[in-house]
């Protein structure tokens, strides 16, 4: 499936599907939003920030402010989107259909990079994709019954393998791609998405911030070689850099990582962490095999091996400010 996204004849049936679905928006509009579609504006946004580590604030902002009708709704056969516009938002219907396109793109135009099947890398961006495509009027899998057209519905046989090496290559293709929307259209997918997202969040907060450790680390030397890149926010200076490899270096990082999954196991039912505000969701039972494992993993991978690693003469930075550190940055 990752794959067929970066393929020209996917993307530029993408395209054509953001041009009929944003030609039909239902634009509405209010002096104020009504009660109907304000109730659902706060589970969006706690929805949408479930996962968005790669995003950017302004494109979460543009996604929320415009499809801010409530998310469950089921779209009508027209795949009609309603979107309340209060004063200054749009000034005429084409400039909504314009909005409505950009922010489609923004939701959906970026396909993820391609997962690895053997181990976990990728696996965050691909989830995060599918989540929010999901989450947002289902509109994922409308784009993707849209794409394939007469195959979405098509009936292949179950013997047919699509990793059987002896079958046609566009057969085998097909087949996935068929399995593929028919899992996104099934009912209760939007669940299981929401639960590896729900499980996974806190080893994905700790990568995230050793990635940013890295990009921090890699903006000061430049900084540092009188280079600096243009619209970066990097403010860090060189005592925070080593405050944060000191986290990473002495386990409090991945013991934060660890609390947290701890802490699901102990949350009560009616906890955040159980994302009640999308209904009954996740239940303690399900996700319990997959947060011991992952609480143990995150123990043994990101706190043990680091824990007695001696890491703590590297404070001692912080005081002596000598010239030569910059060197080692």
Known sequence: MAHSQHTTKFQTRLETFFDSISGSVNRRVVAQMPDVALGGQEIN????????????????????????????RVLDTGLSITHWCLPGCCNDQHECVSKCKQNLELLLGKAPDVPLLYRWKHFEPCLEYSFRGLAVHQIFAHALCFILGADANEEFSAALEFDDADEDPGLRQRVRLNKTYKFFASEGCLVKLAKAAAVTRPLATYMDKVSFVESVRQRIYLRNQGLVLPRSKCTATVDELIAMNHEIISGKLGWQAVRELFEMLRAPDGADCWLQWLGPVLQYQDCFQLILPAMCNAWRRCFLTKAHFGGSLMLLCLTLRKPWLTGLI
């Open 45 to 72: 946004r706690k929805t949408l920030n479930l996962r968005t580590t790669g995003w950017e604030e302004r494109d979460r902002e543009a996604v929320l402010n415009f499809f801010n009708d409530d998310w469950t």
